[in-house]
């Protein structure tokens, strides 16, 4: 696995984690960030590297800064 896979893949554990301690399902999520919830599940997944203004928006809807979203290392 590559280096960008691999923080995607943190990125997506990160996200799940948080959500799930918030209490949150997808689609709570999608309508507190105002993000598809198709593409949260992606992000979750793994499967989507999102831009910047994404996490922004994914943070906001979790209550939180982008910092506490990203996963360090």
């Known amino acids: 696995m590559d280096k960008?896979?691999?923080a995607l893949?943190?990125?997506g554990q990160r996200l799940a984690e948080l959500?799930?301690?918030k209490g949150l399902s997808?689609?709570?999520?999608?309508?507190r960030s105002g993000l598809p919830m198709r593409e949260?599940?992606?992000?979750?997944a793994g499967e989507l590297d999102p831009p910047l203004t994404t996490v922004f928006h994914?943070?906001?809807?979790l209550g939180l800064?982008?910092?506490?979203?990203?996963?360090?290392?």
């Open 4 to 6: 960008k896979q691999d």
């Open 9 to 11: 893949r943190r990125l």
């Open 19 to 21: 959500r799930g301690q």
């Open 26 to 31: 997808l689609e709570q999520l999608a309508d």
């Open 40 to 44: 949260l599940a992606a992000i979750e």
């Open 58 to 61: 994914i943070a906001r809807g």
């Open 65 to 73: 800064s982008p910092n506490e979203l990203i996963p360090p290392g």
